[in-house]
């Protein structure tokens, strides 16, 4: 299982930072949207300058116009692209295009979709590279909130997935058990005292 | 009815240059998410100091993280947000609770909702200023698109609404018809030879 952390900060200064302290820990490192839309795509040309050994992961949530983000996002030099499970299924195909001419791969995000089984099958069909299984920043915030829920789901969907929504030490194991194909850790990593050290044991926790 | 004009090009300096041509004749400048995921919410900035008596619209189409998108892209200078129809409603009230913090507002657009008459009157009774009818550029591109179905919907839903999905010359009066309170104009004005003549006959057709 590979490690993604999600690096949800404003400025590419900041990013740039955190990705340095914690890249020799994991194998994808995730540019949030509000990062994107504050700084634009060059924050992506940054993170990859920076670290070109690493997959660099732009969190577009592309909902129309797939092939224009997906492109101007692989040609700022990103390796993965995140587009909407709630887009259209052009958006997301004309997305994989893009992702076939510059021989990367597209994510579609399942944040909001009632029926995320259903939906990932369909994702998966249309070329995407792997399906995330994610419960948002304000869906994790409400109460009763419950990772399990989106495990269940990825277990039952028999696609490559990736799991985000609060993943943390005590959770990366179940998370593993699940079957996930990358585990996206945020708020653990970025929000943490040591980003270095916190990174280091998450990437430890996995077998 | 208001005229918006939707400015989907790639660079702030391609952004200025239509806005500074059309402006005289719309209400809303509005820029396209590729726009502000290319360059950044410095182009929202940039368009607001060229443009101050201008209705600033940064189509952010957020799903997640709804006060933090919003108050960043207010701070930058927009006057209303976009947040998806698809979005969770905390994300929704998130950010509504910037714009009541800013003073400013939350649009929230019904792209890729099932059932948007019903999305529509929660997302206004969750408090967005107003509600787009909107076929986004993928879906107008797909065989057997049409107006009317938008048009129909958002008069049945009776909350202020904007219309985009293909707005032209020859559509605009079914638009202000239909009682929408915003026209949303893209390609017939930015992808126009004359921007300035496409936006002063749209105006013009604005009874």
Do not use: C
Request: no cysteine.
């Amino acid at each position: 299982m590979k490690l993604q952390v999600a690096i949800d900060v404003l400025t590419t200064e900041a990013a740039l930072e955190i990705a340095g302290k914690v890249a020799e820990y994991v194998d994808i490192i995730e540019l949030g949207t509000p990062l994107v839309k504050s700084e634009g795509l060059s924050a992506v040309t940054a993170i990859k300058e920076a670290h070109p050994d690493k997959i660099v992961f732009a969190d577009l949530k592309t909902m129309d116009a797939g092939e224009l983000e997906a492109d101007i996002a692989f040609k700022a030099g990103a390796d993965l692209v995140s587009v909407l499970g709630g887009a259209d299924d052009s958006t997301i195909a004309g997305a994989v295009k893009a992702a076939k001419d510059h021989n990367k791969g597209i994510v579609v995000d399942l944040i909001g979709v009632a029926d995320k089984v259903t939906r990932a099958k369909e994702a998966r069909a249309l070329g995407a590279k792997f399906i995330e299984f994610h419960a948002g920043l304000d869906e994790q915030a409400k109460p009763g909130y419950n990772l399990d829920v989106l495990l269940s789901a990825g277990e039952e969907a028999r696609v490559p997935f990736s799991v985000a929504g609060g993943v943390n030490l005590s959770t990366i194991g179940a998370v593993q058990r699940a079957g996930a194909d990358v585990a996206v850790v945020g708020g653990s990593i970025y929000g943490a005292d040591d980003p270095a050290l916190a990174a280091k044991q998450l990437r430890a926790a996995i077998i």
